[in-house]
């Protein structure tokens, strides 16, 4: 055999790998579809080891941050979530909320598998169920949506480029681990955790109002939410998830007035909730 004929059979292997590798790509972008908005993602790894990840980054934040044991703020988060989580795509995932005590957060975070931390420097913004659904709602439609999985993807899909993905993920290849390590800001700050991107946070308003319109509060209380919003953050740094990457407030406000229509139309079908107004007072 002469190296002239062992050339074209070693390029027909990697056509072949390429190939192969293409198609099951293609199979994973048509599996995952964002719940409401219908979105076609990319995602590499499956639910439930984005689950596991998502467990574990929780148990990393909880070792860091001291748990708030303000009654009236658990009660709310739990009072409010439980209802948002009901009625979300997800309600089977084993739900955990936690308030993070700092009061100079105004911030809440998200994790896959559906862990939620929601720390005290925002509960005064949300004032009452209906703003803290606001947040909730948001944070919710992130979990649902997979956003995490899609986050771990990309990180995945930059690190090594996708003719190494298919040969990373079989034989568990070390840089495959840094990547999703990083994507989930392990080992760095609670804020590091899970940059979303502006579709991400843009996508997340939408399903957010839907959930918690479905959950019985009403959806025009969001756009009252991010008013106080900007009125709060207004001159402060911003801090990430929430506000970072997240649209402008106009950008925001005029999107959540395009979809609240139909948020409505779920509202008045839904089993209404009380509006209670959050006391801040310790
Ligand atoms: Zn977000």
Known sequence: MTNRNRKPRFFEK????????????????????APVTGRSQFILISEQEANQMGTAAFQEVLSKESVSNNEVYNEAVSRVAGRITGVSDIPQYNWD???????????????????????????????SDAGLATVLGHEVAHVAAHHGAERISTGILAQLGAVAIGVA??????????????AYGIGVTVGGILPFSRVQESEADS??????????????????????????TRGKPKPPEFLATHPGYGTRVSNLKKWLPEATKYYERSDKAQNLMISSSH
């Open 169 to 182: 993920l079989s034989n568990r290849d070390p840089l495959v681990v840094d990547a999703i390590m990083q």
């Open 97 to 127: 909320y936690k308030v993070f005590k700092d009061d100079e957060t105004i911030n809440a975070f998200a994790l896959p598998g559906g862990k939620i931390g929601v720390y005290t420097g925002i509960i005064p913004v949300a004032e």
């Open 207 to 232: 399903i957010g109002l839907i959930y918690m319109a479905k959950a019985g509060y009403d959806p025009s209380e969001a756009i009252d939410f991010w008013n106080r919003m900007e009125q709060a």
């Open 14 to 33: 990697v056509l072949f790998a390429l190939f192969i590798l293409l198609a099951s790509a293609v199979l994973f972008i048509t599996c995952y579809k």
